[in-house]
């Protein structure tokens, strides 16, 4: 997943928004796709594939990040022969089970955010 990050941590923060800090959406716009489309095979090529051999670092294949009505589009046509995740259905979780965890005040989440963010 790390070659694919910079496309992936927008789709992440997308799906989390309600349960970011108002400051940091003020501050770091954040687009509203929070669909990724998966080639059908992705994700068990790539499990396959770690299965043979851990230290393999392969290439994910091809992920389209978009908006409901974008993925509803390319799901269609290709017959369903994908995987589609809509990040608002537990990217809110996560964040909010995170911020508790750690105690993290507003600015300590607000560096946590940023740093997954702009990770390479």
């Not at 496309?7 to 959406?25: D, K, Q, T």
Request: glycine share 4%.
């Amino acid at each position: 997943m790390t070659e694919r990050w910079a496309s992936l941590a927008p789709f992440v923060l997308a799906g989390a928004r309600e349960a970011l800090p108002e400051s940091y959406v003020a501050r770091r716009p954040i687009p509203p796709k929070t669909f990724a489309v998966f080639r059908a095979n992705a994700l068990a090529m790539l499990g396959k594939r770690r299965q043979h051999d851990e230290r393999g670092d392969e290439p994910l294949g091809s992920i389209r990040i978009c908006d409901e009505a974008q993925a509803t589009a390319i799901t269609d046509a290709v017959d369903g022969a994908g995987l589609v995740l809509d990040s608002r259905t537990f990217m809110p979780a996560i964040v909010r089970r995170w911020a508790e965890l750690l105690s993290a005040t507003e600015a300590e989440l607000s560096s946590e955010l940023d740093q997954l963010r702009f990770a390479e």
